[in-house]
């Protein structure tokens, strides 16, 4: 079974920063994408960013140019650099991962607990 363990979250100011980690944990063989989603209250779960091991990240159009995902793909983390907030990126921060646990390349998903993101203005 895997794990995965955010940190980093909190409270902030409009264009203020926070970063996020995010730490995968278990029988782990190779993980294909890791990325993060957010959700606010009423509302549904985005996707955030996303990157793989070879690939380009990608963001969603609205935090484009002022977040950034960074993988490691030794220590099996993901960070994610949040600059210039804003309040509607106010949020329950989640890590995600697809990840094989052998050789047999089948993968699953894995989610984190999630880490609260607020920013006030």
């Known amino acids: 079974q895997v794990q995965l363990v955010e940190s980093g979250g909190g409270l902030v100011q409009a264009g203020g920063s926070l970063r996020l980690s995010c730490s995968a944990s278990g029988t782990i063989f190779s993980i294909k994408t890791m990325g993060w989603y957010r959700q606010a209250p009423g509302k549904q779960r985005e996707l955030v960013a996303v990157?793989?091991?070879?690939?380009?990240?990608s963001y969603r159009d609205s935090v484009k140019g002022r977040f950034t995902i960074s993988r490691d793909n030794v220590k099996n983390t993901v960070d994610l650099q949040l600059n210039s907030l804003k309040p509607e990126d106010t949020a329950v921060y989640y890590c995600?991962?697809?990840?094989?646990?052998?050789?047999?390349?089948?993968?699953?998903?894995?989610w984190g607990q999630g880490t609260q993101v607020t920013v006030s203005s």
């Open positions: 990157t793989s091991s070879s690939g380009t990240p």
């Open positions: 995600h991962a697809l990840i094989s646990a052998s050789s047999l390349n089948v993968y699953n998903n894995y």
